[in-house]
């Protein structure tokens, strides 16, 4: 496949937001920028929500265009959609800082082939003189974090765009991910997901509150929707590719994640889906679809 690019197209989306706070680190001739946008610095929240689009494309390796249109999400990758999610939007890469581990995602993760097994398995790599990341904390990459990162991508030049998971730029990135999280349940049931054409998807926004984390997990199990345009099907899998296939569904994230003890790792992976899944298999024609759409923005109480 074609070199896209992605980490230089992404460097010149993040070098673009002309917010935040700013620091750079020269480390053996290689530099490195780091951009507060909202870990130690406070961001006017009439930026927050162009800030967060821009993140949120950046994320996406700049394949995936990110609309708030009334109180929804809506996502559309026209081109290399596996790419954009499994390649870079979805936070695979643990980078660690001051001995915490906080979750990276863009295309930097191509260069370093974080995760091998996914990177490897979509097929696609390329080389750049420059590296792009964006992390999800509450600590600020410090000068020896960039190092590692500089080693591991092989680049001359890094930037890295923070922002912590409870702002309203990290709402706006989590619901971005509404086509991701429906593509990597595909990867997860097996399908062969490099036949996935193009995408789009849309989710609607839950209020900002401390429940944030919960209420947006919500939103996408519950009322998110994912459509593919797929060179060949397999239908046998269209019902397990929705939240609904799963033996906790119905229940609110919150008390899904109580359950769980706190812990990701432990909660039931089948929830991890978008409500509704809709397929048009351009190689037969057929469509296909699966999921319902819960008008309830509180699933905890029922439909």
Same mark, same amino acid.
């Given at each position: !496949? ?7 197209r992404?460097?010149?989306i ?6 935040g706070?700013?620091t750079?680190? @020269? ?9 507060? *946008? ?11 929500k ?7 494309e950046?994320?996406m ?5 990110v609309?708030?249109e009334g109180d ?14 499994l ?8 980078v ?13 993760r191509?260069l /370093? ?17 420059? @590296? ?7 600590? *600020?990459?410090?000068?020896k ?5 500089l ?11 923070a922002?912590?998971?409870?702002? +309203?730029?990290?709402?706006i ?6 086509v991701?999280v ?6 997860n ?23 944030m !984390?919960?209420? @947006?997990?919500d ?40 359950? /769980? ?8 992976p089948? +929830?991890?889906a ?18 319902v759409?819960?008008r309830?923005?509180?699933p905890e109480?029922?439909?």
């Amino acid at each position: !496949m074609e070199n896209l690019n992605l980490n230089k197209r992404t460097y010149r989306i993040l070098q673009g937001i002309g917010e935040g706070e700013t620091t750079e680190f @020269s480390i053996n001739n290689k530099k490195a920028t780091v951009i507060d *946008l909202g870990v130690g610095v406070k961001i006017d929240d009439g930026l927050s929500k162009e800030i967060g689009i821009s993140v949120a494309e950046a994320t996406m390796g700049s394949l995936g265009k990110v609309k708030i249109e009334g109180d929804r999400v809506n996502v559309e990758i026209p081109e290399h959609p596996v790419i954009a999610t499994l390649c870079c939007q979805l936070a695979g890469w643990s980078v660690e800082i001051e001995g915490k581990k906080k979750l990276g995602s863009g295309p930097a993760r191509i260069l /370093a082939n974080k995760p091998r097994e996914i990177i490897d398995g979509v097929g696609y790599h390329e080389s750049s003189e420059r @590296s792009s990341l964006i992390l999800e904390t509450d600590i *600020l990459p410090n000068k020896k974090t960039c190092e590692k990162i500089l080693e591991d991508t092989k680049s001359n030049e890094l930037i890295i765009a923070a922002f912590r998971d409870d702002t +309203i730029i990290g709402l706006i990135n989590v619901l971005a991910r509404i086509v991701e999280v429906g593509i990597f349940r595909l990867y997860n049931l097996g399908y062969d997901v490099n036949r996935i054409v193009s995408a789009k998807g849309n989710v609607p926004i839950p209020p900002f509150t401390r429940e944030m !984390m919960f209420t @947006s997990n919500d939103a996408i199990i519950y009322q998110g929707t994912v459509s593919l345009k797929v060179n060949g099907w397999d239908s046998e899998i269209t019902e397990k590719a929705v939240s609904k296939s799963s033996m906790v569904y119905g229940k609110s994230f919150k008390e899904i994640f109580q359950e /769980a003890g706190g812990n990701f790792y432990r909660i039931d992976p089948e +929830i991890f889906a978008p409500a509704r899944l809709n397929v048009t298999d351009l190689r037969g024609g057929k469509e296909y679809s699966a999921g319902v759409l819960r008008r309830n923005k509180n699933p905890e109480h029922g439909p």
